[in-house]
């Protein structure tokens, strides 16, 4: 088998495992490069490529798309939004919204843009009021905003520590948390610089952390991903299961309709809106 | 040497062995298992690395970048995290407790 067919058949054996074919891409990148500098012929490198295919799906976990499902039964309300209404100048951008989720669940909130699915979230945070309904939140609060939330100036340990600060832990107590989730997002803060000089998808990254800090019972994020790539992308579905295996209540702002099926509760805004429009 | 009882050891061993390496200073996968071979472990199929590169990865205890090097095309970097280089300190210790019993059991066959 030459080198070409090998890593073609590695690359259809690790989407046949179900690894996120981004992933894939840079493991058959990898094995091609370390084949060119070891001038060594695939089988006698990495063995057949069904094998080694195993062998990567098991270093990386279970396949993103069969993700884990409910181990337990859902715990007690933490969040519970009921008839949420809000207009913006004479545009009714929510309409009578309830949401309901439990520790240990993940909901989805979905539709088009511009249909409230930030402004919900807003209001889920206390950030804005609705003009008609109440939300009720038990337990603390982690929040990552779509973009902004971070300070221009300060380097990402600085963020840790301020935030850890409003949550009750000290400094180094705080630097250390944030870099251990940095580190499941795939990123090592440690020699970053100020913030302003971060890539868009490592401050959304900074963000993820930060509303993490402190280890609240409720956290609502808001498309927290934009700017990440593929894998990243994964290492952040990996920790909002982790999140709720650890019977944390998330509520997660998305537009790609990919994902639901790995979450609990799926609230989707756009009928409301196409109601509206009607009317 | 033994080639069953050699890919045993490895097992046990080789996450540790490349966090040493990664420890000096980042490297790419066929450095590493050049710089392996080099201290004695013998010879690293890639088959058997990067396996275990992409665990560390997952773990937090090593990050990876696709990088330009001085010649020649990209290759994926790995460098060691601080909680990578935490874990590695608490395991060296440990594993010097436990080959010291190892140790002075194979010694007194040595000397028998």
């Not at chain 1, 279970?62 to 039964?73: F, G, I, K, L, W």
């Not at chain 1, 997002?185 to 610089?193: E, F």
């Not at chain 2, 050891?9 to 390496?21: H, N, T, Y």
């Amino acid at each position: 088998m030459n080198t070409d067919a090998w890593l073609h058949a590695l690359d259809g054996e690790l989407r046949r495992r179900g690894i996120d074919p981004a992933l894939a891409r840079h493991v058959v990148a990898e094995a091609a490069v370390h084949l060119r500098d070891s001038r060594q012929a695939p089988l006698a490198a990495f063995g057949p490529p069904d094998a080694y295919a195993a062998a990567v799906a098991e270093s990386v976990g279970s396949p993103v798309r069969s993700a884990p499902h409910r181990r337990s039964a859902p715990g007690p309300v933490r969040l519970e939004a009921r008839g949420i209404v809000k207009r913006h100048r004479r545009r009714t951008v929510l309409s009578g919204v309830d949401l309901t989720v439990r520790a240990g669940e993940i909901a989805a909130v979905v539709g088009a843009n511009g249909c409230g699915k930030s402004t919900l979230l807003r209001i889920c945070a206390g950030l804005e009021s609705p003009d008609r309904g109440e939300v009720r939140l038990r337990g603390t609060l982690g929040f990552c905003p779509q973009d902004g939330g971070t300070s221009d100036f300060l380097v990402p340990d600085e963020h840790f520590a301020l935030v850890g600060a409003g949550r009750g832990m000290r400094r180094g107590a705080a630097v250390r948390a944030g870099r251990a989730y940095a580190a499941a997002l795939d990123w090592d803060p440690a020699g970053a610089g100020q913030a302003r000089f971060l890539s868009g998808g490592t401050r959304q990254k900074l963000n993820l952390v930060m509303a993490g800090l402190g280890d609240p019972d409720v956290l609502l994020l808001d498309e927290p991903y934009q700017g990440f790539d593929r894998g990243s992308y994964v290492d952040f579905w990996r920790q909002l299961w982790a999140w709720r295996d650890a019977g944390k209540t998330i509520v997660v702002v998305t537009h790609l309709l990919d994902q639901l099926d790995r979450v609990d509760t799926v609230l989707d805004l756009t009928p409301a809106r196409t109601t509206e429009a009607r009317a | 040497m033994d080639h069953e009882r050699r890919g045993q050891w490895l097992r046990g061993v080789l996450d540790l062995c490349v966090l040493a390496v990664l420890l000096r200073r980042e490297s790419y996968g066929y450095e590493l298992a050049q710089s392996l071979d080099a201290a004695g472990l013998g010879p690293i199929r890639g088959g058997t690395l990067y396996p275990v590169l992409l665990r560390l990865q997952r773990t937090g205890m090593v990050t990876a970048q696709w990088r330009e090097g001085e010649s020649g095309p990209a290759r994926k970097y790995y460098r060691i995290t601080e909680a990578g280089g935490e874990m590695l300190r608490r395991t060296a210790a440990d594993w010097e407790t436990f080959t010291r019993g190892v140790d002075t059991l194979l010694r007194e066959v040595a000397t028998r």
